[in-house]
């Protein structure tokens, strides 16, 4: 199984601010990497597949960037929506998902 | 617009069996990749099965043997069949959907399986 391991477990951050979210994988999973947010007390959101791609309807500030092993998702200048939690997923083998990060306010 | 509305939990004792629905609209089940995935109250996600377009299935190892993922073409639906339900097993099973393999475009909202005696 591949383990997806995310840092920081938190992020404390004000609005405007640039957020920038780790995940690394054990092993090489190329750029089947994507990105997912979810809210409190709802479904998770895709955001990035392929590791760069935005989904659709996903705002510009949001960027996904790596390959390999390692990669980050960053948010350039926090909205309040963004305040949540964000998990990496690969889909080289079979699914698994990091632990995730969460975004709080400061 | 596409949307996926998962039915079927409930609270159900240890050993017991429940069949979990996702009904799609906006969606083709059986030419999209359909996945269940699960959360346990307060933790992480964990995909649980597929269903591919050309009807192979696939289950996290962990889960094989329990678990049966199937669709339903005439009524657009998922379905995720689990026997020998165990108190790990509790959590918030969502449907998702995709046009690519491993991956969730569009979710439901979910359904609670919550095991317990």
């Known amino acids: 199984e591949v383990v997806l391991t995310q840092s920081p477990a938190t992020l404390s951050l004000s609005p405007g601010q640039r957020a920038t979210l780790s995940c690394r994988a054990s092993?090489?999973?190329?750029?089947?990497l994507a990105w997912y947010q979810q809210k409190a007390g709802q479904a998770p959101r895709l955001l990035i597949y392929d590791a760069s791609n935005r989904a659709t309807g996903i705002p510009a500030r949001f960027s996904g960037s790596g390959s390999g092993t390692d990669f980050t998702l960053t948010i350039s200048s926090l909205e309040p929506e963004d305040f949540a939690v964000y998990y990496c997923q690969q889909g080289l083998y079979w699914p698994t998902f990091g632990q995730g990060t969460k975004v709080e306010m400061k | 617009e596409v949307q996926l509305a998962e039915s079927g939990g409930g609270v159900i004792q240890p050993g017991g069996s429940l069949r979990l629905s996702c009904a799609a609209s906006?969606?083709?089940?059986?030419?999209?990749?359909m996945s269940w995935v699960r959360q346990a109250p307060g933790k992480g996600l964990e995909w649980v099965s597929i269903l591919y377009p050309d009807g192979a299935t696939y289950y996290a190892d962990s889960l094989k043997g329990r678990f049966a993922i199937s669709g339903d073409t005439s009524k657009n639906t998922l379905h995720l069949q689990i026997n020998g339900l165990r108190a790990e097993d509790t959590a918030l099973y969502y449907c998702a959907g995709s046009s690519r393999p491993n991956l969730g475009d569009f979710w439901g909202q979910g359904t609670l399986v919550t095991v317990s005696s």
């Open positions: 906006g969606l083709t089940v059986s030419t999209n990749f």
């Open positions: 092993q090489s999973v190329s750029s089947y």
